[in-house]
Nanobody, 122 residues
Framework: QLVESGGGSAQAGGSLRLSCTAS????????VAWFRQTPGKEREGVAG????????EYGDSVKGRFTISRDRSKNTVYLQMDSLKPEDTAVYYC?????????????????WGQGTQVTVSS
């Protein structure tokens, strides 16, 4: 089971940090990614981290602003979001996959959290 936390409201230019904590899964053995979704749109890949931790991918819209990281001791993956923009407003999901490659599409991910809302105001 994956549980996201840390969502909420922020002003444009501000920061938030999302956490994805697992129970029943050792995240060190999984590729973990963050996705986001707004009503009427497809789920968009935001950031992903392979099992070795050195294979990291970011969506074009967040490069240079968001950072994905792992804390293996806490079995948690983080998404640090800086320089937030109103267009970052969405429900954010974490997902885990047994594939070693980081995919920025939802299909390969077997495990999903329930999502956490992020709202950025201008």
């Amino acid at each position: 089971q994956l549980v996201e936390s840390g969502g909420g409201s922020a002003q444009a230019g501000g920061s938030l940090r999302l956490s994805c904590t697992a129970s029943g899964l050792e995240l060190r053995y999984y590729t973990v990614a963050w996705f986001r979704q707004t009503p009427g749109k497809e789920r968009e890949g935001v950031a992903g981290s392979g099992t070795a931790g050195d294979n990291i991918e970011y969506g074009d819209s967040v490069k240079g602003r968001f950072t994905i990281s792992r804390d293996r001791s806490k079995n948690t993956v983080y998404l640090q979001m800086d320089s937030l923009k109103p267009e970052d407003t969405a429900v954010y999901y974490c997902a885990a996959s047994t594939f070693a490659q980081v995919y920025m599409v939802p299909g390969p991910y077997e495990y999903w959290g329930q999502g956490t809302q992020v709202t950025v105001s201008s």
